[in-house]
C-alpha cells in the first residue's frame, strides 16, 4: 500500500483517472492506505480462484461516471440543475424534479414510494421525515403537510422553501417513438454513498414498451384521462434502456433536449438467491420503468400543483453526428470485468445488454453460467436476450431452452422463445411455447397476443381471433385491437377491421400503426383517398414509420401517380435499407415505367435481403421475359414455385411462358393449377383463354374471356382478347363491342399503344 508520508504524491488518484485537491492530498498522506483482499480477488484468474479454492468477491457492480463533453456534457450540466436528491430519516434516499416555484416555495415531482414507504397497512406511510439536497449541496426539509399523493399512481409532489434561485424544469408531453434516445437521471444509492448519475439509453414507444415488458401487473384504469387505458400497477408505461440503480427513483426521464418525458421509478427483475447465501435478492434483469409526463399532468390538479413549463412539440430527429456521440459515450461506460458473484454477472449482463454491447453482456452471462447458481435460469435467459439481439437464433434457442430446462416455470423465457420459434418460422413449437407460457400465467394479456400471433401465421385465424379477444378482455389496450383489426381481415371481415382500428385510434390518437392498417383495409375497400389519408396521418405521427410510405407507394402507382410511388418507395428503403417489400415494389413501378435493368436491380436486392422471397423471384421472371430472357424466366419461376408451392401468380406466369416457347399443354397445366389455388385469378382465365384458342377450343376460350370480366371488368386484355376470337368465329359486331371496351379501358389506364391498337382493330373492322 501506501505508507504515511509518502515521498511522492503520484499514488493519490481515483479509479476514475481524477486527482483530489491539494487539501485533500494532504490530509491522505497522514493515513496508511491498503488494498481490500477483494479488490485483489477480482484481479485474480477464475482457474486460479478455482485451484486454490480462494473465496468470490462480492463486488457490487457500481457503473462509474462517465466524463461527457459537447452537447451530451451541456445537457448533463441541464438535467443537475433541475434535479436533487430526497433523503429519508430512515435512511434511503430518492430522486426529484423541480417543476414549479411560487416566491419561495418550489414544487418537487417524485415517485411516491419515495417519500411513502407503505408499512404492514395498506393506504398509509411510515412515519419518516425528508430533506432535500440541491444541486449547489444546500439542504431543506419538506414539510410532511405538502406531500401529495394519488391513490393507485406511484407518483407524489412535496414542497420545500428556499431563497435561493434554482432553475425549474420543462415538461414535454408528446408521443414517444421507438428507439428514440433518452437519459435518466438522479442520485442512485450505491453502498454508504449517493453520487450523481447521468445514463444514456433508448427508449420505446407506449404501445411497444407494453408489449415487450417482461412483468405482468397490467391493470386497466379508470381515471378519464389520467392515465392510458392500460398501463403496469402504479401507472408505469414507460420501457427504456437507460442503467438506473436504487435511489434514481423519481427522477427524470429526458428526451435529447433535457426535457423530461417521464419520471423514473421501477426496473424489470428477478429473484435471485446466491449458492453461498440463504439471503434472496432481486436482480436487474430487463429494462428500466417510468410513468409518462402526461399522468401527472392529468392529475396536476389532484396533486394541487401545476407545472410551469410544458411544451408539445416532439424532439427534432437528431443528426448523425450527435448520434455517434451518445454511441461513444456508450460504449466509454466502464462496466468491470473482474471476479464477482454469480448474481452480480448477471447484473453485469443486463447492463452491458442494456448498452447494446451484446458480445460483452454474453461473456458476462456466461461468467454467472460457470458458477452453476440456483438461479442459473436467468443467466440462460440472459444470454438469450444478448444472443437474440445479436440476431444468432439458433444460440438463441439454445440458450432459452436450458432456462426453461432450468426453471419450467419462467414464464419469460417460454414468451421470448415462442418469438424466436416464431421468428424463425417454427410455427408449431412456437404455439406450443406459448400454450406452455399461458399455462403457467393464464392472466397475462401480453401472452395471449404472442398465440394470436403464432396461429396468424400458421393461418388459423380464426383461433387467432380467440386469442386476441382474450387478450383485450385481460387489457383493452390500443395495440391488441390493432392486431384484432388485422386477424379481422384476414378473416374478410374488412368493416370489423375498421371498427378495431377505429377503436385503437380513439384509445391512442398517436397510434401510427393503427392508421397504417387502416389505410391497408380502405385501400382494400377501394377508398383509395381514405387510405391516402391514413397513411398521411401514420406518417405524421411518426415520419420513420417505413410500413406507411411502402404502402402509401403501392396506392399511389394503382392511381397512376408512379414518380409518387418511387419517391415513396426510396423513402421506405432510406429509412430501412433491409425493406425488401419496398425494393419489390419499386421494381413493379420501374419495370411499368420501362426500366427493365432498374427493375432488375430492386428484385436483386429484395432476393439479397430475403432469399424465401417468392414474389421478387416471380417478378424477376416477369421482366426477365419481357427481355427475352424465356429460360430465366422459367428458372424464377420456378425458385417462386419451389418457396411457395401455392403463389398462383408463379403457375400463371410459367404459363404463358410455356405457351411462348410451344409447351401448350405444359401451359394449360400451369393454367388450371393457378385456377385452383385461387378460383379467382382473372389473369389465368384470360392467358388460359389465348392458349385454348390457339389449341382450335375458340368456345373454351370464350368461357376462360368470359370468367376473367366477370372477376375483374376493368381488365382490358380479356376484352381485347375474346373480340379476337369473336371476329375468328365471324362475330363482328361482337367484336367490335369488345375491341370498343378495351379501348376505353387502355385509354382509362394509360395504355397508349395498346388503346391505339384496339382502334385500329376497330376500324379494320368497320371498313
Known amino acids: 500500500g501506501i505508507s504515511s508520508y509518502p515521498l511522492v504524491n503520484s499514488g493519490y488518484?481515483?479509479?476514475?483517472?481524477?486527482?483530489?485537491?491539494?487539501?485533500?492530498?494532504?490530509?491522505?498522506?497522514?493515513?496508511?492506505?491498503?488494498?481490500?483482499?477483494?479488490?485483489?480477488?477480482?484481479?485474480?484468474?477464475?482457474?486460479?480462484?478455482?485451484?486454490?479454492?480462494?473465496?468470490?468477491?462480492?463486488?457490487?457492480?457500481?457503473?462509474?461516471?462517465?466524463?461527457?463533453?459537447?452537447?451530451?456534457?451541456e445537457l448533463e450540466a441541464k438535467a443537475k440543475q433541475i434535479t436533487v436528491r430526497i433523503d429519508s430519516s430512515s435512511g434511503a434516499n430518492g430522486s426529484g424534479i423541480i417543476i414549479a416555484k411560487q416566491g419561495d416555495i418550489y414544487t418537487v415531482l417524485t415517485a411516491a414510494h419515495v417519500v411513502c414507504k407503505p408499512p404492514d397497512k395498506p393506504g398509509k406511510c411510515e412515519p419518516n421525515t425528508y430533506k432535500i439536497l440541491t444541486v449547489n449541496g444546500k439542504q431543506y426539509p419538506v414539510e410532511p403537510s405538502t406531500i401529495k399523493l394519488e391513490e393507485g399512481v406511484d407518483l407524489a409532489v412535496v414542497k420545500f422553501t428556499s431563497r435561493e434561485n434554482y432553475q425549474v424544469a420543462t415538461l414535454a408531453n408528446y408521443p414517444i417513438k421507438d428507439d428514440e434516445y433518452m437519459f435518466t437521471a438522479g442520485y442512485p444509492r450505491l453502498g454508504e454513498k449517493s453520487p450523481w448519475r447521468f445514463t444514456l439509453g433508448q427508449i420505446y414507444s407506449q404501445e411497444q414498451g407494453l408489449l415487450a415488458t417482461t412483468q405482468s401487473d397490467f391493470i386497466s384504469n379508470s381515471l378519464s384521462k389520467a392515465q392510458a387505458a392500460v398501463s403496469l400497477t402504479g401507472g408505469y408505461e414507460l420501457v427504456y434502456s437507460s442503467i438506473t440503480f436504487g435511489g434514481m427513483s423519481g427522477g427524470p426521464v429526458l428526451d435529447s433536449q433535457g426535457r423530461v418525458i417521464g419520471i423514473h421509478g421501477r426496473t424489470e427483475?428477478?429473484?435471485?438467491?446466491?449458492?453461498?447465501?440463504?439471503?434472496?435478492?432481486?436482480?436487474?434483469?430487463?429494462?428500466?420503468?417510468?410513468?409518462?409526463?402526461?399522468?401527472?399532468?392529468?392529475l396536476a390538479t389532484r396533486l394541487n400543483t401545476q407545472a410551469q413549463k410544458v411544451e408539445t412539440t416532439p424532439t427534432p430527429e437528431l443528426n448523425q453526428q450527435k448520434v455517434r456521440t451518445i454511441k461513444t459515450a456508450?460504449?466509454?461506460?466502464?462496466?468491470?470485468?473482474?471476479?464477482?458473484?454469480?448474481?452480480?454477472?448477471l447484473e453485469r449482463g443486463n447492463q452491458l445488454w442494456r448498452l447494446r454491447r451484446y458480445s460483452e453482456a454474453i461473456q458476462a452471462f456466461d461468467a454467472a453460467i460457470k458458477q452453476k447458481p440456483k438461479f442459473i435460469h436467468l443467466a440462460y435467459y440472459g444470454k438469450g436476450l444478448a444472443l437474440g439481439s445479436s440476431g444468432k437464433v439458433p444460440e438463441t434457442i439454445t440458450a432459452l431452452q436450458q432456462a426453461v430446462k432450468s426453471q419450467p416455470d419462467f414464464v419469460p423465457a417460454w414468451l421470448y422463445l415462442s418469438a424466436v420459434y416464431g421468428y424463425s418460422n417454427q410455427l408449431d413449437k412456437a404455439l406450443a411455447a406459448i400454450n406452455q407460457a399461458i399455462q403457467l400465467q393464464p392472466n397475462n394479456p401480453n401472452l395471449y397476443n404472442q398465440k394470436s400471433a403464432v396461429l396468424s401465421d400458421l393461418k388459423r385465424y380464426k383461433e387467432a381471433a380467440a386469442a386476441i379477444n382474450k387478450a383485450i378482455e385481460l387489457s383493452p389496450r390500443a395495440g391488441f385491437y390493432t392486431n384484432r383489426g388485422l386477424v379481422r381481415a384476414e378473416l374478410g371481415d374488412k368493416p370489423g377491421a375498421i371498427d378495431d382500428y377505429n377503436q385503437a385510434i380513439k384509445i391512442n390518437p398517436n397510434d401510427a400503426q393503427a392508421y397504417n392498417n387502416r389505410g391497408n383495409v380502405r385501400d382494400d375497400l377501394g377508398d383509395k383517398p381514405g387510405a391516402i389519408d391514413d397513411y398521411n396521418l401514420a406518417i405524421k405521427i411518426n415520419p420513420n414509420l417505413a410500413q406507411a410510405y411502402n404502402n402509401r407507394g403501392i396506392v399511389r402507382n394503382e392511381l397512376g401517380d408512379k414518380p409518387g410511388a418511387?419517391?415513396?418507395?426510396?423513402?421506405?428503403?432510406?429509412?430501412?435499407?433491409?425493406?425488401?417489400?419496398?425494393?419489390?415494389?419499386?421494381?413493379?413501378?420501374?419495370?411499368?415505367?420501362?426500366?427493365?435493368?432498374?427493375?432488375?436491380?430492386d428484385y436483386n436486392q429484395a432476393i439479397k435481403i430475403n432469399p424465401n422471397y417468392a414474389q421478387a423471384y416471380n417478378n424477376r421472371g416477369i421482366v426477365r421475359n419481357e427481355l427475352g430472357d424465356k429460360q430465366g424466366a422459367i428458372d424464377d419461376y420456378n425458385l417462386a414455385i419451389k418457396i411457395n408451392p401455392n403463389l398462383a401468380l408463379a403457375y400463371s406466369n410459367r404459363g404463358g411462358v410455356r405457351s411462348e416457347l410451344g409447351d401448350k399443354q405444359g401451359a394449360i397445366d400451369d393454367f388450371n393449377q393457378a385456377i385452383k389455388i385461387n378460383p379467382n385469378l382473372a389473369l389465368a382465365y384470360n392467358n388460359r383463354g389465348i392458349v385454348r384458342s390457339e389449341l382450335g377450343d375458340k368456345q373454351g376460350a370464350i368461357d376462360d374471356f368470359n370468367q376473367a370480366i366477370k372477376i375483374n371488368p376493368n381488365l382490358a386484355n380479356a376484352y381485347y382478347n375474346r373480340g379476337n376470337v369473336r371476329d375468328d368465329l365471324g362475330d363482328k359486331q361482337g367484336a367490335?363491342?369488345?375491341?370498343?371496351?378495351?379501348?376505353?379501358?387502355?385509354?382509362?389506364?394509360?395504355?397508349?399503344?395498346?388503346?391505339?391498337?384496339?382502334?385500329?382493330?376497330?376500324?379494320?373492322?368497320q371498313q
Do not use: H
Not at 378495351?742 to 384496339?758: N, P, S
Open 330 to 345: 456508450i460504449l466509454s461506460v466502464d462496466v468491470s470485468q473482474g471476479n464477482t458473484t454469480a448474481s452480480q454477472w
Open 736 to 765: 367490335i363491342d369488345d375491341f370498343q371496351q378495351a379501348a376505353k379501358l387502355y385509354q382509362q389506364q394509360g395504355k397508349d399503344e395498346d388503346y391505339q391498337d384496339a382502334l385500329n382493330r376497330i376500324r379494320k373492322l
Open 13 to 73: 488518484v481515483y479509479t476514475n483517472g481524477k486527482r483530489p485537491t491539494n487539501t485533500e492530498i494532504q490530509e491522505f498522506r497522514k493515513l496508511s492506505w491498503g488494498i481490500p483482499i477483494k479488490t485483489v480477488l477480482a484481479q485474480v484468474r477464475p482457474e486460479v480462484l478455482t485451484a486454490y479454492n480462494l473465496p468470490i468477491p462480492d463486488i457490487k457492480q457500481q457503473i462509474a461516471e462517465v466524463p461527457l463533453t459537447g452537447w451530451l456534457g
Open 269 to 298: 427483475g428477478q429473484a435471485a438467491i446466491d449458492n453461498n447465501s440463504s439471503s434472496k435478492e432481486t436482480i436487474q434483469l430487463g429494462n428500466s420503468l417510468g410513468i409518462p409526463v402526461s399522468t401527472f399532468l392529468a
Open 566 to 601: 418511387i419517391d415513396d418507395y426510396n423513402q421506405a428503403i432510406k429509412i430501412n435499407p433491409n425493406y425488401a417489400k419496398a425494393y419489390n415494389n419499386r421494381g413493379i413501378v420501374r419495370n411499368e415505367l420501362g426500366d427493365k435493368q432498374g427493375a432488375i436491380d
